[in-house]
């Protein structure tokens, strides 16, 4: 069975960041469960949370659109990898991280 890559982008992913924390928290646990699956987490520089074994988090997301250096790498990341990852879940589409992430959309 071929092994699935899934990327959760989530710009409010934070222990106290209300309903996202929750959902990506459940349903990244569920897709771990799963022998063949692999969850990366892509989420804001400040997240500080729970390390687990099965899941990576990638914290290159800016929490301001002044952070330029986290706008370059989160960007070289997704021009890297984005074509790894067979599901890519996008939390957040309201925030200004949503804007420089679209043009990804097209590669995949």
Known sequence: MKKINILHIAPAYQVHGGGIFEVVENLSSVQCEETNTSVDILCLETFKGIKDLKKTTHNLLPSSIRQVRLIFLTIKFLFMKIGFYDVVHIHGAWSFQFF???????KK
Not at 100 to 106: A, D, E, K, T
């Open 100 to 106: 420089f992430i679209v043009p990804f959309f097209s």
